[in-house]
């Protein structure tokens, strides 16, 4: 399950399968940095052991239109 980074909260998940699209605001932050922001978030397991991580890739900023019109 993907978790909000520090600094930010996640606004919207959207499941693709091999990757994740999350979009994310930072709460801390004022004006344009505040966000939202999105990002292609996707599970890179470790080789060497059973872990891994969450890579995050930024995708830009989110329009505040949300399209659901």
């Known amino acids: 399950m993907i978790e ?3 600094g930010e909260a ?4 959207e499941d ?3 990757y994740s699209i999350v979009v994310v605001e930072r709460s ?3 004006g344009e940095a505040r966000g939202p922001f999105a990002y292609r978030v ?3 397991p470790d080789i ?6 969450y890579r995050w890739h ?3 900023k989110v329009d505040g ?3 659901d019109d």
């Open 4 to 6: 909000s980074r520090e």
């Open 10 to 13: 996640l606004v919207r998940t």
């Open 16 to 18: 693709h399968g091999a």
């Open 28 to 30: 801390d932050e004022t």
């Open 42 to 44: 996707r599970w890179e």
């Open 48 to 53: 060497e052991d059973e872990k891994g991580r």
């Open 58 to 60: 930024y995708l830009g």
């Open 65 to 67: 239109n949300s399209g």
